[in-house]
């Protein structure tokens, strides 16, 4: 985009990976060995698993598989993401725009767990925002609403006063079906028409007010 977007927002909802940390280096790795190991062609499964939930992503690729054995399976990758932080840095401009939103109300929204997504902030540098929803913290991954609606309710903030920040077609259609504006964030938000794009977060400004709502310029 080139021209400037303008939000003006009471909460920011912030998704981890491709938002806040390049983690694609991992994900990667993990998942086109994944892919090998089923007989599934890697590229395709690229294209599916970047912002869900691990269990979410298999049960799309392996449809006819159990549930349990999904999420059996989830709970080994997981494992494995959390003890492989190469090459996970952060989106350029994340800790800036971390900085900026202190005294903003805001929370990580994100398909990691718990102990996956402390390793990759701490990988990146970045602090962890006080708020938090996790895998552990919903019933059904996103697309599904569900984490956004929560973070909101946490925060204490009606959905349609809060900004999402994501990279995912399935973190943006989550955002979308949660009532919110959304910022996309790199590459491949670009294919899913968020409210506004921006190559990272180094094209946004946070600008707080005084009557507690915050300015986003974006662009």
């Not at 790199?186 to 294919?191: L, N, S, T």
């Amino acid at each position: 985009m080139t021209a400037t977007a303008v939000f003006t927002a009471r909460a920011l909802l912030l998704d981890m990976d491709g938002t806040l940390v390049d983690s694609n280096a991992v994900v990667e790795r993990i998942w086109r060995r994944w892919a090998d190991r089923h007989g599934l062609d890697g590229d395709e499964v690229m294209k599916v698993v970047h912002g869900r939930q691990g269990h979410a992503s298999m049960a799309l690729l392996l449809p006819h598989r159990p549930a349990e054995q999904n999420h059996a399976e989830n709970a080994r990758m997981l494992a494995e993401e959390t003890s492989d932080m190469d090459g996970v840095v952060p989106v350029p401009g994340a800790p800036e725009f971390l900085a900026a939103l202190r005294g903003v109300p805001h929370a990580l929204v994100t398909s990691a767990d718990v102990g996956l997504s402390t390793a990759r902030m701490a990988a990146a540098g970045l602090p962890l925002p006080d708020v938090r929803v996790t895998a552990e913290s919903v019933g059904a991954s996103k697309p599904d609403p569900e984490g956004f609606l929560k973070g909101a309710a946490e925060l204490g903030v009606a959905p349609a006063d809060c900004v999402v920040f994501e990279d995912s077609g399935a973190g943006i259609a989550a955002g979308r079906a949660a009532g919110m504006r959304v910022v996309g964030i790199g590459p491949r938000a670009a294919y899913h028409r968020p409210d506004a794009v921006v190559p990272d977060l180094t094209r946004v400004r946070v600008d707080p007010a005084a009557d507690g709502t915050v300015r986003l310029h974006v662009g």
